[in-house]
């Protein structure tokens, strides 16, 4: 029996789809369909019910799909003990928001490809849900958001929060120190709409009786960056990320009598019976965070 091919109806059960399946393992749609035929004519029975558009398993592929995770798992316990895979080149796809991307990812991925040399990375960066989404269909590997996702199969592992603060203009906001009444007269900038930077923000002045003035939703970081350089308002941003920027010296962290709720983050990644890449990557990412470079050795 072909474990590649087990391998192939593995994800497409637990993806609920071929075309994510193919996805997921860099194949065709149709080399897919091949692999899950192939291995119904091995077996002698239908594992996939094509009867309407709808996914279903049949009675056979739910009995098959507790098989082929043991002989997965089974495959990567012989690999990792005769050491077969040490030196294996690994392809992974991880997201990040843009709070993440502009606090640690970059150091953290340096490190990364010291101590992993054999993985192939593929990076992208998006919002929070639309990340979320992508590991719960399973077009991400490992996934850094303000939200856990969800799913079956998905894990989610919370990370340290990052510290939120209002970022103002030196020649501006010349104050040593601000009040929620002083901040809530001038236009603030924060992340989108139902975001929860966005619902805390909007918490914090309903629950001191403030009535802000124009709060703007920008869903990224660099933006919100440029408009407070350029004196167009205040924004709500990581500290960390704020602290790592190169070239905009006119940028000012305002002491406020009151603080903002740090920034959640959330490691999302969906198990994976051939391999524990993932979990020693997220390991890893955990260790970086909590170290010296990472956000505990921020403050």
């Avoid at 340290?160 to 030196?170: A, L, V």
């Avoid at 809530?184 to 909007?202: C, D, K, N, W, Y």
């Avoid at 190169?246 to 000012?252: I, M, Q, R």
Wanted: aromatic share 6%; proline share 4%.
């Amino acid at each position: 029996m072909n474990l590649r091919f087990v391998e192939a109806f593995y994800w497409v059960a637990t993806l609920k789809s071929v075309t994510r399946a193919a996805e997921k393992l860099f194949l065709t749609q149709s080399a897919m369909s091949s692999r899950i035929a192939t291995l119904e004519e091995e077996l002698g029975v239908l594992l996939l019910d094509r009867r309407d558009k709808q996914f279903r398993l049949t009675v056979a592929g739910m009995r098959f799909l507790v098989y082929a995770q043991r002989l997965l798992e089974l495959q990567r316990e012989i690999k990792s003990e005769m050491g077969s895979d040490v030196s294996r080149a690994v392809s992974m796809r991880i997201g990040a928001i843009e709070s993440v991307l502009h606090s640690w990812l970059i150091p953290w991925i340096e490190r990364l490809r010291v101590d992993f040399p054999e993985l192939e990375l593929e990076l992208s960066v998006d919002t929070s849900p639309i990340l979320a989404d992508q590991v719960s269909r399973g077009t991400q590997d490992l996934v850094f958001a303000a939200v856990a996702a969800s799913g079956e199969d998905v894990r989610n592992a919370a990370l340290q929060p990052m510290k939120m603060g209002f970022i103002g203009h030196k020649r501006m906001d010349r104050k040593r120190r601000y009040t929620l009444p002083e901040i809530a007269q001038r236009e603030i900038l924060t992340f989108q709409r139902g975001s929860q930077p966005h619902v805390m923000l909007l918490e914090l002045f309903r629950q001191s009786g403030e009535e802000p003035g124009r709060i703007h939703t920008v869903s990224s970081v660099s933006a919100m960056i440029q408009l407070v350089q350029g004196g167009l308002g205040i924004a709500t941003l990581p500290l960390q990320a704020v602290q790592r920027l190169n070239g905009y010296e006119e940028l000012k962290v305002l002491a406020c009598d009151v603080a903002l709720v740090p920034l959640p983050i959330h490691a999302s990644y969906r198990t994976d019976p051939t391999s524990r890449i993932v979990e020693m990557v997220l390991s890893s990412a955990i260790a970086f965070v909590d170290g010296p470079e990472g956000l505990k050795g921020k403050r």
